[in-house]
Structures are given as C-alpha cells and as structure tokens.
Nanobody, 124 residues
C-alpha cells in the first residue's frame, strides 16, 4: 500500500506560481513512478505530468509544457509540481498518483494509488 497526501494548493493570481507537494508513505517510494493529474469543474480528470522512479525521465502535458515541472526527492519520499505562469484555466483539483512500476505513464488507469487532491484556483 502507498498513502499519498498532497499539499501546497491555494488561490493565486494569473501569472503567479505555486509548488505542490505529494508526500508518500508505505511501500518503497523510490520503486514507484509518480504522476500528477487534475480535474476542473465539470470536466474529466486529465494528465498533467509524470516522472520515473529515479527522476531521470519525465513527461508533461502540452497544455503545461514550459510552465510546470515535475520533480522528486526520494530521500524525502516526496514528489513536487512546480507551477509557474499560472492561468485561470489551470484551476482544478490536482491529484498525485503512484504506479506499481518504475516507468512513466500518461494513462490514469495505470496508476494504482491516488491522493485526495488539493485545490488550485487561479484568478484572472
């Protein structure tokens, strides 16, 4: 089992920045690829970013490329999402998720564990 707890969400003006954190506990964190997803009101949950077990491989959705960056600190059992140049359309609940393998994926159903989410609201 892996328990995931997100933090760092909040209200920010357009153009601002936030850093989300996801603290993991349970089975060995460094064995799991991790991902961030988001769900805006009345929309389907969508992929945001993913990172491999070592941090050596990452992928980001086109909508956030160049603005968001996923990273991880295996010594702290934590994955991060640095969000810069935020836009109102980035408003959503952001979820952290863990795979059972070491390798990245953009597909939600390939993630076994999910956090409860943290709200990010970007005002215009």
């Amino acid at each position: 089992q892996v328990q995931l707890v997100e933090s760092g969400g909040g209200l920010v003006q357009a153009g601002g920045s936030l850093r989300l954190s996801c603290a993991a506990s349970g089975r060995t964190f460094s064995s799991n690829a991790m991902g961030w997803f988001r769900q805006a009101p009345e929309k389907e949950r969508e992929f945001v970013a993913t990172i491999s077990w070592s941090g050596g491989s990452t992928a980001h959705a086109d909508s956030v490329k160049g603005r968001f960056a996923i990273s991880r600190d295996n010594a702290k059992n934590t994955v991060y999402l640095q969000m810069n140049s935020l836009k109102p359309e980035d408003t959503a609940v952001y979820y952290c998720a863990a795979r059972l393998t070491r390798f990245t994926s953009i597909i939600q159903r390939e993630y076994a564990y999910w956090g409860q989410g943290t709200q990010v609201t970007v005002s215009s």
